[in-house]
C-alpha cells in the first residue's frame, strides 16, 4: 500500500533553515508530480511546492524565493529545504503524489496521508 514517511521538521529560530524528507512507497514515484502541503492549527490544509516530473517547480506566493522543492526517484524521496523561516511557516508539513486539475491547480492523489512532521518557528 501506499506509504509516505515525512521528517526532518522541528524547532527553529525565524530566520532560521530546515530540511523536510518524505519517504515514498507503494507507487511508481518518478512518474508522479510530488507536493508538499501543510496545516496550521485551525487552517485547512494548503499546497506550498509542487515538482513535475521533469523537476519544474511552483510554489505557494508566501513559499517563493525561500523553500526549494527537490526530488530524488532513485531513493523515492521528496525534499523541501526551507530558508528564511518566519512563525507563519509553523504548521504540519505533509508530501503527496498530486495531479493536475487546470493551470497551477493541482489535488493530491493519495488519501493515505503521513503522519507529517511538525515545523515550529519562534519569533
Known amino acids: 500500500q501506499v506509504q509516505l514517511v515525512e521528517s526532518g521538521g522541528g524547532l527553529v529560530q525565524a530566520g532560521g533553515s530546515l530540511r523536510l524528507s518524505c519517504a515514498a512507497s507503494?507507487?511508481?514515484?518518478?512518474?508522479?508530480?510530488m507536493g508538499w502541503y501543510r496545516q496550521a492549527p485551525g487552517k485547512q490544509r494548503e499546497l506550498v511546492a509542487v515538482i513535475g516530473t521533469s523537476d519544474v517547480a511552483d510554489y505557494v506566493d508566501s513559499a517563493k524565493g525561500r523553500f526549494t522543492i527537490s526530488r530524488d526517484n532513485a531513493k523515492t524521496t521528496l525534499y523541501l529545504q526551507m530558508n528564511s523561516l518566519i512563525p507563519e511557516d509553523t504548521a504540519v508539513y505533509y508530501c503527496?503524489?498530486?495531479?493536475?486539475?487546470?493551470?497551477?491547480?493541482?489535488?493530491?492523489?493519495?488519501?493515505?496521508w503521513g503522519q507529517g512532521t511538525q515545523v515550529t518557528v519562534s519569533s
Open positions: 507503494g507507487f511508481v514515484f518518478r512518474i508522479n508530480p
Open positions: 503527496n503524489a498530486v495531479r493536475t486539475t487546470g493551470p497551477s491547480r493541482w489535488r493530491a492523489i493519495y488519501d493515505d
